[in-house]
């Protein structure tokens, strides 16, 4: 046998990082441990120092039990802890750590240095660990309580120092495992600052609705239904927006059990189960959850970071949850908000689900099934958040005429050579363009476009299809160039988080590209200075709210391309006719011509159908004729 094929004992370094490799992935996750620590000390201050993103220095004081010399030795000693003793107490942990990990693994890829004096004695320790070497304590003036510094982190881990991201990006992390740890420890007082900066200040409060306010935005504190609820051992306090205010993403869901950020899918289901019918499909509400429950009704010793739970019954989480959001969705009287979102809908939502659902019905048992055969080509397109259905929040309907308009009678579009499309002002309003192989479309419920081609008959989408359009459009226009841009008479400031700004910083050239001009403004908040063209009825705050949704969502490695084909498809959501809207006989014209577009792309991985083809052959059948 090979010598170095040999089975060998790792070195206690080796094994140490290898442990750090799973618990810490970036300087946040040393945040949120040393945050947990202190939380687990009983602190009621914990303050937070950032230099250059956490790549420099990590330093957490709190005024917790603090630690004497010895435990200082042994609290970097991998699984030396002093939560947990037995087997038994593992299945009902009640501390944030149990581990014994975090300190032994962060030395081993960092320069520690712990200064910490426990209560009830005379002075503070100090202790200083790099890599394995442990230097002897010494004594150090200290108030009771704990104080770690983390410097140079993966120091001799080149292959995570390379991965680390720009600071603003690190700081965003760092921020967002600051504001959950925050959010489940409303009594705890918290500081953070980066590079000489303070950027939050919590003073300990009775509810997390203030730590809300005060993370996010009092605006968004107010908009949200306060829920308390106790039943089956299950304590549920929740704060929820209503259905009106769902996000683009589910960023905005924080659940926690006593005391812990999880996710798990049962109660994101349950929550999704709750708005459901409430919000457009692809919408997600805001929700922050915290749920107290007796600590043997689940395992959390399940991930590392402990970020997911197993429970010994997720049915009765997920059916607490949900009647408990649903009841109160019931109770409130969210019609207000609804109206005035939909004031110019001619056609209600519901009303809309009904029709497309009787249309599918219909068409679904217009064909006996072939076996084989699918019974309709439904041809779906990357649809993204595309449902038909999105507000124009605040602005009033968009009226499509004015919409196609300025798509068609731009310069460049005008070139009838500069790409496929036709400009809408030349198709005549009497003679379908096309091939002839179909005949004019018409509109049915302000919702479908209905067509007869030489095999059958067709039915489309009318926004699935716009919006394929005004993307394909924006994406050649993309690829020339920039999109076209007003400036804003009234700049609209928009508050953002330190992540939010620092996701704007760092995609400002895509952004620019799209024609969207944004400028820092004080420290909490940007001026929207340019707007596309193409978006002129569209409100400003709320899209720029959507897109730091699907910003935040994007990871950083998440190629640009990527993240500029989501932003079009949002735009082209947008910017497309809505279901609802009745469209003139030239606009169902134009648009019908390019209806190929959704017929072409044959493949949807996560979208709808948008179009559905009933063959000649179907309906003979159907009507007994073969
Ligand atoms: P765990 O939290 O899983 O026990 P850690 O490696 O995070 O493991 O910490 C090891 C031990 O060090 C803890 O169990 C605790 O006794 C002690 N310790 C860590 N941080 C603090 C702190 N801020 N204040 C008091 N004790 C601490
Ligand atoms: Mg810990």
């Given at each position: ?281 692809n ?94 080509d439904s041809l779906g397109v990357n649809t993204g958040h595309a449902d ?73 989408d009318?926004?699935a299809l716009?919006e394929r359009?005004?993307y ?93 084909n989501?932003?079009?498809s ?27 577009l959704v017929e072409k792309s044959s493949s949807c991985p996560h979208g709808r159908p948008t179009m559905l ?14």
């Open positions: 046998m090979d010598a170095d094929c040999r089975i060998r004992v790792l070195s206690d370094l080796l094994v140490k990082k290898i442990a750090a490799g799973e618990v810490v992935e970036r300087p946040a996750s040393v945040v949120k441990e040393l945050l947990e620590n202190a939380i687990d000390a009983g602190a009621m201050r914990i303050v937070v120092t950032i230099e250059e993103g956490g790549r420099q220095l990590i330093k957490i004081t709190d005024d917790g039990c603090g630690m004497s010399a010895e435990e200082l030795g042994l609290a970097v000693t991998p699984h030396a802890t002093s939560k947990i003793k037995t087997e038994d107490d593992l299945f009902a942990i009640s501390t944030m750590g149990f581990r014994g990990e975090a300190l032994a693994s962060i030395s081993s890829i960092a320069r520690l240095r712990m200064v910490s004096r426990a209560r009830g004695s005379e002075e503070g320790h100090e202790i200083r660990v790099t890599a394995d070497q442990i230097e002897a304590s010494q004594a150090a003036g200290s108030p009771v309580g704990t104080t770690i510094e983390v410097r140079d982190l993966f120091f001799n881990v080149p292959a995570r120092r390379k991965f680390l991201r720009a600071q603003s990006t690190e700081m965003g992390h760092i921020t967002e495992q600051f504001s959950r740890v925050a959010l489940s420890n409303p009594g705890i007082a918290f500081e953070l600052s980066h590079n000489g900066r303070k950027t939050q200040r919590l003073a300990s409060c009775d509810s997390p609705l203030a730590r809300v306010a005060k993370l996010y935005s009092p605006e968004l504190a107010d908009a949200l239904l306060p829920i308390r609820r106790d039943e089956h051992g299950v304590i549920l306090e929740a704060y929820v927006a209503p259905p009106a205010q769902s996000r683009a993403t589910t960023n905005w869901q924080y659940t926690f059990v006593n005391g812990r950020y999880i996710r798990d899918r049962s109660i994101q289901h349950a929550i999704k189960e709750a708005y459901r019918g409430l919000t457009e499909p919408r997600h509400g805001v929700v922050f959850l915290f749920l107290r429950v007796d600590p043997q009704s689940f395992d959390v010793n399940v991930h590392p970071t402990k970020i997911e739970v197993r429970w010994a019954d997720s049915r009765l989480i997920h059916s607490q949850v949900l009647s408990a959001l649903r009841e109160t969705f019931q109770r409130s009287d969210l019609a207000p908000a609804l109206r005035t979102d939909r004031a110019h809908a001619p056609v209600s939502e519901a009303e809309q689900d009904r029709v497309r659902q009787e249309m599918a019905t219909m068409m679904r048992d217009a064909t006996p099934i072939q076996p084989g055969q699918p019974r309709f038909g259905l999105t507000n124009q929040r605040g602005g009033g309907a968009m009226e499509p005429q004015r919409v196609w308009r300025e798509l068609y009678s731009d310069p460049v579009r005008s070139d009838p050579t500069a790409d496929g499309f036709s400009p809408y002002n030349k198709v005549s309003p009497v003679l379908p363009r096309s091939s002839g192989t179909t005949r004019r479309a018409i509109q049915m419920h302000n919702l479908y476009l209905v067509a007869e081609t030489e095999e059958g008959i067709l039915i489309v009318q926004h716009h359009v005004i394909e459009q924006l994406r050649t226009r993309i690829t020339n160039g920039s999109l076209e841009s007003q400036r804003l008479l009234l700049p609209e400031t928009i508050r953002v988080t330190a992540r939010q700004a620092s996701l704007l910083e760092s995609n400002g050239d895509w952004l620019q590209r799209l024609g969207i001009e944004v400028s820092t403004f004080g420290s909490d908040s940007v001026a929207v200075q340019s707007f596309p063209s193409l978006l002129k009825d569209t409100d400003v705050v709320p899209f720029m709210t959507d897109l730091l949704d699907r910003l935040a969502q994007q990871s950083a490695e998440t190629s640009p391309d990527v993240v500029i989501d932003l079009l949002m735009m082209a959501c947008k910017a497309a006719v809505k279901a609802g809207d009745s469209l003139t006989v030239e606009e169902i014209d134009a648009l019908f011509e390019h209806r190929d083809r009933l063959s000649k052959a179907d309906l003979n059948r159907q009507f007994h004729r073969t």
